[in-house]
């Protein structure tokens, strides 16, 4: 009965040592493309496009213009102007100061999709 246990808890041992081996390595992943991420902004500084100037929605599909129904809405990542429709993603992205679920366009989101998680969608 003790050689059982202890088989048992020497396999649990290993399966632990093995899930861990597993995180630490998924966390050196995030940590270089989080190191990426923040270099290639902090190489290239994105503003916000002013209101002023957007007149039409940034999706080259889309391009409505904006009026007091259809509001301007910036992506955080980036800072282009877009309707509401086309920035239909919402993630975290903390190398920007943005801890919780902010609203990204669809450009931004294939870029940060491999190094956030996803949070959902803005329906």
């Known amino acids: 009965m003790e050689a059982l246990h202890t088989n048992k808890l020497t396999k649990m041992k290993r399966e632990h040592e093995e899930l861990l081996g597993e995180a630490q390595s998924r966390a050196r992943e ?3 493309s989080y190191r990426d991420l923040s270099s ?3 190489t290239f500084k994105l503003t916000w496009v002013p209101d002023e ?3 039409r929605c940034f999706n080259i599909t889309c391009r ?5 129904l259809l509001r301007r809405h910036h992506c955080r990542c980036c800072g282009r ?3 509401r429709t086309c920035l239909p993603h919402c993630v975290p992205i903390p190398s920007l100061g943005y801890e919780d679920a902010v609203k990204i366009c669809g450009d931004c989101f294939t870029i940060v999709d491999d190094t956030f998680k ?6």
Do not use: R, W
């Open 30 to 32: 995030a940590e270089y």
């Open 40 to 42: 290639l902004q902090q």
């Open 53 to 55: 100037v957007s007149a």
């Open 64 to 68: 409505n213009q904006f009026n007091q």
């Open 81 to 83: 102007v877009f309707c």
């Open 118 to 123: 996803v949070v959902g969608s803005i329906a």
